[in-house]
């Protein structure tokens, strides 16, 4: 929810801070190298001291960095907000994937970790729910505000996790394990060899698959309203169709990843998405196939970031996992953070949607060579 308040609001930042959209894309970046920094320093703390303390961190701080974006009146009051806002973003993502991948038997490892990456679309379908009764009971100029104002309800989350959610029993064992044996975690493991080439390949994947999807995640409002003309009540209705799909996608992957394995099952939705996302930023198109694609493309893209969890949990041991799959997704959204970027300085000197598809379909066909160097792990024992 709060992520995508940013991209829901750029409209209007941008009419009301007289924003260029290379300053538009700049706050996309800040929040992904952000994200990129705190999913590597949260995924290591949570190697130290727990997946729970960590996770209850990093929602505090997402929810206090939105609200005080509210407050902003600045470009660069804005920037600094939204880079603490991905900070803490990247690091309740990497300690939330570790935790749920350490207490899911491996048989169903995959549909479970991905079908809780369908709270992402809950979450931005939230979004665009309050973003459709602020805008309509706010000026413009007022609204945004409104919007990052609400960005402070996950914080009564804190009183849940605190009372109902168990510590990692994996890592209460490995933690017992290091004590008896005195032995210390090493910061280094992951970039040493037998872990190496894993590390590499991982990130390489991340970085593709982040990237390409924070180009619909960040310009998919911008083009909506600006290449296809529609008003803020029906870019909420496209953008409803687009969740859906978000929603459905890690549901969809998840039984399918953990029945035919993870490789061949992110060359499916690897090669559809690229198909899928062409069309719909190149092609001429009626709204009506755009209410289609964008339901297809929001399934896929939803698919391909929740293909990750397990595979990258599967691939680390216990004492490095938290470290391993945050450096890999956080370096992964860091990178990835400079393909929105580029979608905004290339627009400039072509179409936008040509600009959003040249750039997504460059990142999957990265995507692609990095899984093809992937090892398969399905059903594997992270006791093991």
């Known amino acids: 929810?709060?992520?995508?308040?940013?991209?829901?609001?750029?409209?209007?930042?941008?009419?009301?801070?007289?924003?260029?959209?290379?300053?538009?894309?700049t706050f996309a970046t800040a929040a992904l190298v952000g994200g990129g920094l705190g999913g590597w320093a949260f995924g290591r703390l949570a190697d130290l001291f727990g997946r729970i303390r960590m996770l209850q961190l990093t929602i505090l701080l997402v929810a206090v960095s939105t609200f005080f974006s509210a407050f902003a009146t600045t470009f660069w009051q804005l920037l600094v907000a939204r880079s603490f806002q991905g900070i803490g973003y990247g690091g309740?993502?990497?300690?939330?994937?570790?935790?749920?991948?350490?207490?899911?038997?491996?048989?169903?490892?995959?549909?479970?970790?991905?079908s809780v990456q369908s709270g992402y679309a809950i979450g931005y379908a939230i979004a665009v729910g309050f973003m459709a009764v602020v805008f309509h009971l706010f000026s413009e100029a007022i609204a945004w505000r409104v919007l990052f104002a609400l960005g402070i309800l996950p914080i009564f989350f804190l009183i849940y996790i605190r009372r109902c959610v168990p510590?990692?029993?994996l890592f209460e064992q490995a933690r017992r394990k290091a004590i008896s044996h005195h032995t210390k975690s090493n910061f280094s493991e992951i970039f040493r060899p037998p872990l190496l080439k894993r590390t590499a390949v991982a990130t390489m994947l991340a970085t593709a698959i982040?990237?390409?999807?924070?180009?619909?995640?960040?310009?998919?409002?911008?083009?909506?309203?600006?290449?296809?003309?529609?008003?803020?009540?029906t870019?909420?209705?496209?953008?409803?169709?687009?969740?859906?799909?978000?929603?459905?996608?890690?549901?969809?992957?998840?039984?399918?990843?953990?029945?035919?394995?993870?490789?061949?099952?992110?060359?499916?939705f690897l090669v559809s998405q690229a198909v899928a996302v062409g069309v719909f930023t190149m092609a001429p198109i009626t709204h009506g196939t755009a209410s289609l694609l964008g339901f297809v493309v929001g399934l896929l893209q939803g698919g391909l970031a929740s293909s990750m969890l397990p595979?990258?949990?599967?691939?680390?041991?216990?004492?490095?996992?938290g470290h391993?799959?945050?450096?890999?997704?956080?370096?992964?959204?860091?990178?990835?953070?400079?393909?929105?970027?580029?979608?905004?300085?290339?627009a400039k000197t072509i179409p936008l949607g040509t600009a959003m598809g040249v750039c997504a379909i460059g990142s999957y066909v990265v995507a692609m060579a990095a899984t093809l160097l992937f090892p398969e792990t399905v059903g594997k024992n992270l006791q093991d």
């Open 167 to 169: 510590e990692s029993p």
């Open 311 to 321: 595979a990258f949990a599967e691939i680390f041991p216990t004492q490095a996992r």
């Open 235 to 268: 870019t909420a209705g496209y953008l409803i169709l687009n969740i859906l799909g978000s929603f459905v996608g890690p549901l969809l992957l998840g039984p399918i990843s953990d029945k035919i394995g993870r490789r061949l099952s992110l060359i499916l």
């Open 92 to 114: 309740e993502a990497a300690v939330g994937a570790v935790l749920t991948s350490e207490i899911i038997r491996p048989m169903l490892r995959g549909r479970v970790t991905a």
């Open 1 to 25: 929810m709060n992520q995508q308040a940013y991209a829901l609001v750029l409209p209007s930042l941008i009419l009301v801070m007289h924003l260029s959209t290379a300053q538009a894309g």
């Open 324 to 346: 391993g799959q945050g450096f890999c997704l956080s370096v992964g959204r860091g990178l990835g953070s400079l393909v929105p970027a580029t979608v905004g300085i290339i």
């Open 210 to 233: 982040f990237g390409a999807a924070y180009v619909q995640i960040t310009w998919l409002p911008m083009y909506l309203r600006t290449v296809l003309h529609l008003n803020v009540t």
